[in-house]
Each structure stands twice: as structure tokens, then as C-alpha cells.
């Protein structure tokens, strides 16, 4: 695992879009993972920044979400399409058909793990890290060859993510690529930085690897860079 560190969010976000950019530079029909949450919206600015000066950087790219809210439609101010709208698919010149994520209304395991395949398999896939160390949805037990599949969200991760849902309605599952998924990914990008990561990303440090820490799981793969923030509590 390759580790760098940074003392502020917006150097580490800088990074990682650097780390998309050179990617999409090097292969153009590239296959992206997509992360959601608060870490990776510096990311998505710069590339959307970068992406103004540029022809056509997303024409050919290729991008699949890892998760995605059940029971929530996808024009909900709440869900990741919507997210993934604002903060990239609007305002690059990636093609719609191009973009996938798990349908949250008609959960399809399957069918999602299929899409995937056909594209070619994820070639570079970013992630983003939860307080308890879940990858995508994937939450503490997760075994570690787990494929895309609906699951129950815990209540901390309801609790941390209470604020896309002011109405209270906070969905109880959602649909998520497994682990065994995401580790086929032929490269992996960790964004570990925020509020309460702290303690998840001192427990990832430490290289024990535990289905009871999902991150952990990153461990086994051999391509894997650690963007990590400093003094975050
Ligand atoms: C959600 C997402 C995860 C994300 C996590 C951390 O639970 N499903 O993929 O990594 O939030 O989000 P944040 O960056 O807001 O701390």
C-alpha cells in the first residue's frame, strides 16, 4: 500500500483528481469506480475545473458508482445520481450511457456485476472510507468476497449520512458492490480524511486485517495508493 499524507483536505482532493486526470490521460476509455460523500467533493471540483480546459477528457470514460440508496428515486435530492449530477455528471462531457449506478428502486445485484463485466472489469476505482472503516456500504463483517448486493445500513452510518434526508427518512438499506467487487478493481485509490476518521485510519495504518474492519480488506490487493489527511478528530 502506498501511503501519502496531507495537512488539508484540499491538497489530498487535489491529488486524487491529478490521480483520475493521469489516468484518464493514459487510457481514455478508462473504467472507473466512483465513490459519493463529503471526502471526494474537492476531487470532483478540480476534475470538473481541469475538465473546462480540456477537449472532450470524459468523452470515452466509462464510470460505475459503488452504491446507491434503496427505496430512494434517483431525482431525490438525497440519492447519488443526484449527487454524482451535481458534482460531475453535469457538468462533464461524459457520455449518459456511460455512466451506471446500482438502480436503488429495482435492486439488480446481478445485473449491475454483469454491466461491469461487460465494460471490461473497473480499472481504477476510488474510494471513499466510513467512520467504522465500511468501504462503499460495505459495513463491519462484510466478508471480504462479497459481490455487489443490497444490504441494512447500520445506524451510525444512517446517523453520519442524516443530512442528505432533512426530512427525517433516513433510508434503512442500500445497494452496494461487495468487496470481492471492488478488489478486482486493477487499481484502488483510498481518500481516508474528514471529521471522526481519525481513529478508522490509525486502525488501517496499523495493517491488521479483519473482516470486522472492511478497509482492512485493501490490505490483500497490490495496487492500492492511501491518500490520507492529517489532524483530523
Ligand atoms: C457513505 C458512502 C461511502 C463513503 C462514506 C464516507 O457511507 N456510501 O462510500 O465512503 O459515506 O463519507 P464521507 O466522505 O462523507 O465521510
Known amino acids: 500500500m502506498k501511503w501519502e499524507t496531507f495537512n488539508s483536505q484540499?491538497?489530498?482532493?487535489?491529488?486524487?483528481?491529478?490521480?483520475?486526470?493521469?489516468?484518464?490521460?493514459?487510457?481514455?476509455?478508462?473504467?472507473?469506480g466512483l465513490p459519493t460523500g463529503r471526502t471526494p467533493i474537492?476531487?470532483?471540483?478540480?476534475?470538473?475545473?481541469?475538465c473546462a480546459r480540456e477537449y472532450r477528457?470524459?468523452?470515452?470514460?466509462?464510470?460505475?458508482?459503488?452504491?446507491?440508496?434503496?427505496?430512494v428515486p434517483p431525482d431525490h435530492t438525497g440519492s447519488y445520481?443526484?449527487?454524482?449530477?451535481?458534482?460531475?455528471?453535469?457538468h462533464v462531457d461524459l457520455d449518459p450511457r456511460n455512466t451506471h449506478l446500482p438502480n436503488g428502486m429495482a435492486p439488480d445485484p446481478s445485473a449491475y456485476e454483469a454491466e461491469i463485466r461487460r465494460a471490461g472489469g473497473l480499472d481504477l476505482t476510488f474510494l471513499g472510507l466510513g467512520r467504522n472503516g465500511h468501504?462503499?456500504?460495505?459495513?463491519?463483517?462484510?466478508?471480504?468476497?462479497?459481490?455487489?448486493?443490497?444490504?441494512e445500513l447500520?445506524?451510525?452510518?444512517?446517523?453520519?449520512?442524516?443530512?442528505?434526508?432533512?426530512?427525517?427518512?433516513?433510508?434503512?438499506?442500500?445497494i452496494t458492490m461487495g468487496i470481492g467487487t471492488i478488489l478486482e478493481s486493477r487499481e484502488i485509490v483510498l481518500l481516508a480524511a474528514?471529521?471522526?476518521?481519525?481513529?478508522?485510519?490509525?486502525?488501517?495504518?496499523?495493517?491488521?486485517?479483519?473482516?470486522?474492519?472492511?478497509?482492512?480488506?485493501?490490505?490483500?490487493?497490490?495496487?492500492?495508493?492511501?491518500?490520507?489527511?492529517?489532524?483530523?478528530r
Open 10 to 32: 484540499a491538497a489530498l482532493t487535489t491529488r486524487a483528481a491529478e490521480l483520475m486526470f493521469g489516468a484518464i490521460r493514459a487510457n481514455p476509455k478508462i473504467v472507473l
Open 42 to 50: 474537492g476531487m470532483y471540483d478540480r476534475v470538473v475545473q481541469e
Open 57 to 71: 477528457c470524459f468523452s470515452d470514460v466509462v464510470t460505475f458508482n459503488l452504491d446507491e440508496y434503496c427505496g
Open 81 to 90: 445520481f443526484t449527487y454524482m449530477k451535481r458534482h460531475l455528471f453535469d
Open 135 to 151: 468501504i462503499g456500504f460495505n459495513e463491519p463483517g462484510t466478508p471480504f468476497d462479497s459481490r455487489t448486493r443490497v444490504v
Open 154 to 174: 447500520t445506524q451510525s452510518t444512517r446517523h453520519a449520512n442524516a443530512d442528505l434526508f432533512p426530512d427525517g427518512h433516513v433510508p434503512t438499506h442500500a
Open 194 to 232: 474528514g471529521e471522526g476518521k481519525a481513529e478508522a485510519i490509525e486502525r488501517l495504518r496499523s495493517g491488521e486485517v479483519s473482516e470486522e474492519f472492511p478497509a482492512s480488506a485493501l490490505w490483500t490487493h497490490g495496487n492500492v495508493s492511501v491518500l490520507c489527511g492529517v489532524r483530523e
